[in-house]
Each structure stands twice: as C-alpha cells, then as structure tokens.
C-alpha cells in the first residue's frame, strides 16, 4: 500500500506549497480588489475547517490557515443580501447576542454590479498575473527552451512522411496558426491525433502547404502515467536555451500563459464534445503526485508547474457555475441587463445545481487520481 500511495503522499511538502500559492494568490486578487472600491474584508483564510493559527490587522481583517489545505476564501463585508443581513440581526436578537456590526459604505452588497464584477473577475486575473510572471522570471533567469522549427528527420511510416515532409523543410504555420518554435509544433500535434491539420511550410525558399493527419500513440512516463498524444513523427533542431531580456521574457511570459490557456480550453472541449477521454481530468490526489515528482527536478520544473496549475486555476472558477467566480460574473451580466438581480429563489436553486456539478467533477476527478495511482487495483488484489 505505502508503493501505491508513495507517488501522491511521499512528497507533502512541494504539495503544500504549489497548493498554498495557488491559492493565496487567487485570494489576494479579490482581496485588493475588493480594498480597491472599498469594501471591507472581514476575513483572509488560506484553507477550511478549524483555524490553524491567525491574526487580526489594523483594518478588522482576519488573516488565517485553517486545517483543510483544498482552497480558502475571503469573506467580504455585507456580502449577503438586506433580507439575509435582517435575518442574522434577528437571530442575534433572539439570542441576546450583540447585533452584526454594520459598516455603512462598506459593504459588498452595497458596490455597483460593475464594482461586485471587478471583486469577483480579480480572483482568477491574478492566477493568469501570477503564471506570465512566473515564466517571465523563468525565462529571464534561466532562460527559454528553444528550437527552430525546422524539421532534421522524418521517422518511415509516419504521419509526416504521408504528408510529404522532408528533412530541411521550415514549418511555418499549422491550420493557420503562426509557428516560431519547434515546440509551438509539438504543442499542437499533441492535442489533435487523428486530425487532419494543414501544415504550411517552406522548401527551398518556396511555400508549399501539406495535409497531415497526427498518429494516435499512448506514451507512459517513467511513474507510469498514460497519455493519449498525436505524433507527426518529425525530429527538429538542436534545442537551445536563451535567456531573455526583461521586456522579451515579460513579453514571452505572456505569450505563453495565452498559449497554455488555449491549448487547455481545446483539451477541456475535446473532453466535451467526446473526442477526447475524462480520464485526463484530476484533482487533487494527482496534484500531490506531480508536485512530488516535479520538485525531483528542482525549483524551476516546481515554478513551471505552479504557472501551469495557475492558469487552470483561473479557467475552472471562470467557468459559469453558481458558486464558482464565472456563476457569479453571469448573474452580475443578468443584473446589469435587466436592472435587477436575479430572484432570491433562482438563485437558490443555481447555487444548488453548482454545488451538484461541483460534487460529481470532485467525485470524477478523485476516482481518476485512484485508478492513476493504483489504488483501485490495490483494493481489487486485497478484496479478490
């Protein structure tokens, strides 16, 4: 049991911190936006369940680690509505216990549906903030894996040597889409086996545009995890790392976190429109096993991770689900329309049918991260 559980478990430390950075940062976002239109925080929690250790700021806010390291959030001032606000003075009252304090203007409810927007939206902007820095700091400090995208070798019997290319050949664009990096070509491929893709390179000089259709391959790392990928079945150059500039690593930085956001929301519709298994989909059993892993390599694979898990961060709670940020951000959109929120009952049963999505994703993604780490198989070998 300690072999099947030793991936994700054997390494908590690089857990913690991936996880801890992740959220602190997405915390922080609606924390300085909400200071930023003047709404009180009434509290700051990295984490859920019982408080760790905390303290409380000259400003009221209450700044805690709580026991249960799977998110945080920070409570905002007046954040429920006058009926809900009417209800908990109620309570108190009934109680004998002293009345809520009410700090007038600083209230979330009280902020205009773009000011609530700005709070919400602030959450994920800083995780996709946090991977351009990320990769920014990265490539100016160690520099950028690179490599021309020319292609050195075509392997026999390949999707490339259907498609005609040959040794020399500059890959320029693929279904449209500019290529500046060997790596920009592996980035496609991988995400589009079985597809038929238009490569435009140039031979000699010359333009000329090819129809390639990626193979279909399963590849195992060296921890045994599976990966369906395409693969045209070309070599490129020499890879080369070059450190950049400041302003160039701010620039590719950016570019980057664009890149790794497209080619998620393409992995995340192949999953929806079927093309591409769930089994892609973990959580966070399968975050402790890459962390542990990664950190092995050092420092910058840990970095290069936390930009990752950043900006999918970033999508997830961008998705429109009640409860999530992007839930909200579609009833901000109905309010601003309309003049007028959403009914208190509407919102009641979206914010139930989230939690239900929320549940069955948690559910799917935990059963993935059991059968990627073996347990399945464990209790099946124990129970047979």
Same mark, same amino acid.
């Not at 915390?27 to 984490?47: C, D, N, P, T």
């Not at 049918?353 to 999505?357: D, M, P, R, S, V």
């Not at 347990?375 to 070998?381: E, I, K, N, T």
């Given at each position: 049991m300690f072999d099947v559980l030793g991936g994700a478990f054997g390494t908590i430390g690089p857990f913690l911190v991936v996880l801890g950075v992740l959220i602190f940062v997405h #915390?922080?976002?609606?924390?300085?936006?909400?200071?930023? /239109? +003047? @709404?009180?925080?009434?509290?700051?929690?990295? !984490?859920?369940? +019982?408080e760790l250790f905390g303290w409380t700021d000259r400003a009221g806010t209450r700044w805690k680690v709580c026991w249960i390291p799977l998110g945080g959030y920070v409570r905002l001032h007046g954040a429920e509505s006058p009926e809900d606000r009417a209800r908990l003075e109620a309570e108190a009252r009934e109680k004998g216990l002293p009345l809520p304090e009410w700090r007038h203007g600083q209230t979330f409810a009280e902020k205009s549906v773009g000011r609530r927007?700005?709070?919400v939206a602030a959450g994920p902007l800083a995780n996709f903030l946090l991977a351009a820095v990320l990769l920014a700091a990265t490539y100016s400090i160690s520099g950028r894996p690179d490599t021309a995208p020319i292609v050195t070798a075509?392997?026999?019997?390949?999707?490339? #040597? &259907?498609? !005609?290319?040959a040794p020399g050949d500059r890959i320029v664009a693929i279904d449209g889409r500019t290529i500046r990096r060997f790596e920009d070509v592996q980035a496609i491929v991988r995400l589009r086996p079985e597809q038929t893709l238009s490569v435009a390179v140039e031979r000699d000089g010359r333009p000329l545009v090819l129809t390639a259709t990626p193979d279909l391959r399963e590849v195992s790392d060296r921890f045994g995890n599976v990966t369906r990928i395409g693969l045209l !079945? @070309?070599?490129?150059g020499v890879p080369e790392v070059r450190r950049l500039d400041p302003l160039s690593a701010v620039a590719a930085g950016? !570019?980057?976190?664009?890149?790794?956001? #497209?080619?998620?929301?393409?992995?995340?519709?192949?999953i929806i429109a079927g093309t591409r298994g769930t089994e892609d989909l973990g959580g966070p059993l399968r975050i402790a096993q890459l962390s542990g892993q990664v950190a092995t390599g050092g420092i910058g694979p840990l970095v290069a991770l936390i930009a990752?898990?950043?900006?999918?961060?970033?999508?997830?709670?961008?998705?429109?689900?009640?409860?999530?940020?992007? +839930?909200?951000? /579609?009833?901000y959109a109905y309010e601003a329309v309309r003049g007028k929120p959403l009914p208190p009952r509407a919102q009641e049963y979206a914010f139930r049918? +989230?939690?239900?999505?929320l549940l069955t994703l948690f559910v799917l993604a935990t059963w993935n991260d059991l059968i990627q780490l073996r @347990?399945?198989?464990? /209790? @099946? &070998?124990l129970v047979g």
């Open positions: #915390e922080l976002g609606h924390y300085l936006a909400a200071r930023s /239109v +003047g @709404v009180h925080v009434e509290a700051f929690s990295i !984490g859920f369940g +019982g927007a700005w709070v075509v392997q026999p019997g390949s999707a490339a #040597e &259907r498609a !005609g290319l !079945g @070309v070599a490129g950016a !570019g980057e976190t664009i890149r790794i956001t #497209e080619q998620t929301l393409v992995a995340l519709w192949q990752l898990l950043s900006v999918n961060l970033a999508l997830i709670n961008l998705f429109p689900i009640p409860i999530l940020d992007g +839930g909200h951000l /579609v009833m049918g +989230g939690l239900a999505i @347990v399945v198989d464990w /209790v @099946v &070998r």
